[in-house]
């Protein structure tokens, strides 16, 4: 499964489009974020996703959760959101 990595300077708009894309295409999607900022973004982006896919009659449920990875041969500590649709 693809991961989006979402950063501070992550567009929402743009994120969730590929959010919308990605549930059509593969029925779910998981987002990877690392820090506040991030975390902001990617809430943002999963709230105006759900006005992309309302229409078709979806709604999507959020499963967060944490996740260890390693940036820069560094352990960090992620939040990933899994997103699935509800019809």
Request: charged fraction near 25%; glycine fraction near 8%.
């Amino acid at each position: 499964m693809e991961v989006l990595k979402v950063s501070t300077k992550s567009e929402p708009k743009s994120v969730a489009g590929a959010i919308s894309a990605i549930i059509r295409e593969n029925g779910s999607a998981e987002m990877q974020c690392v820090g506040a900022g991030a975390i902001n973004q990617a809430v943002k982006a999963i709230a105006i996703a759900r006005g992309f896919v309302s229409p078709n009659g979806i709604d999507l449920i959020c499963i967060p959760a944490f996740s260890e990875i390693e940036i820069d041969g560094e352990e960090r500590t992620a939040i990933k959101f899994h997103l699935e649709p509800r019809f």
